[in-house]
């Protein structure tokens, strides 16, 4: 079946640091790939997408590559704010009207 | 552009008895989805609706919740009875229906808790 495997966390870093959360997926077909973010308090938002290997989705200094050949969409950002603590999780779906399919999500803590 | 609105953020009900919440999409999507995120796992898909009819309820745990969307605006989900296993995060999520693959935009949630 169609499934995600995220890090667990919770993951805390300082100020600047480098950011790698890591993602990998199962899916039959083609799937497109999301990485969504809560932050306290909010619902959750899209924080980028890729549609088909090797597209780099990237928003707020934040990249993920879709690598089909490791079947990864590991999520990046070269230097960290406190305001980027929250719980990202990565998601895909099979069907481009369909349901997205969730990692368990990992909860970052930024320290200043 | 109002977002995806839940209704209540919070509800604290005792087993056996009925809850019903409330999603209401961003105007003019056709596709509703509700999912539900239970302590620490992962966020899992309950159904989705295309305007009121419903596409896909693979996600029902069972027959103790029922989701309706008449007139293919709001929607609701009642639990009945309600089971502690039921406590957790309920989202609702809305996306436009051509094209795609559209980001899904979700709503704050309601936090459900069965004592």
């Known amino acids: 079946g169609n499934s995600v495997t995220q890090m667990e966390g919770p993951v805390t870093l300082s100020e600047e640091a480098f950011l790698t959360i890591n993602c990998t997926y199962t899916?039959?077909?083609?799937?497109?790939l999301f990485w969504y973010v809560q932050y306290p308090g909010e619902g959750l938002q899209l924080l980028l997408k890729a549609t088909k290997a090797d597209d780099k989705g990237s928003n707020k200094g934040f990249e993920a590559t879709y690598r089909k050949e490791t079947t990864s969409f590991h999520l990046e950002k070269g230097s960290v704010q406190v305001s980027d603590s929250a719980v990202y999780f990565c998601a895909l779906n099979v069907r481009s009207q369909g349901n997205l399919i969730f990692g368990k999500g990992t909860k970052l803590s930024v320290k200043p | 552009e109002a977002g995806v609105t839940q209704f209540p953020s919070h509800s604290v009900i005792e087993k056996g008895q009925t809850v019903t919440l409330r999603c209401d999409p961003i105007s003019g999507h056709d596709n509703l989805y509700w999912y539900r995120r239970v302590m620490g796992k992962e966020i899992k898909f309950l159904l989705h609706f295309v305007k009121e009819s419903k596409q896909d309820e693979s996600g029902m745990p069972n027959n103790r919740f029922l989701a309706e969307r008449t007139g293919g605006t709001y929607s609701t989900l009642k639990v009945q009875p309600a089971e502690l296993e039921d406590s957790g995060v309920y989202f609702c999520?809305?996306?436009?229906?051509?094209?795609?693959?559209?980001?899904?935009?979700f709503g704050p949630g309601t936090r459900l808790t069965v004592t």
């Open positions: 999520a809305s996306s436009p229906l051509q094209g795609g693959p559209y980001e899904q935009y």
């Open positions: 899916a039959t077909g083609y799937p497109s």
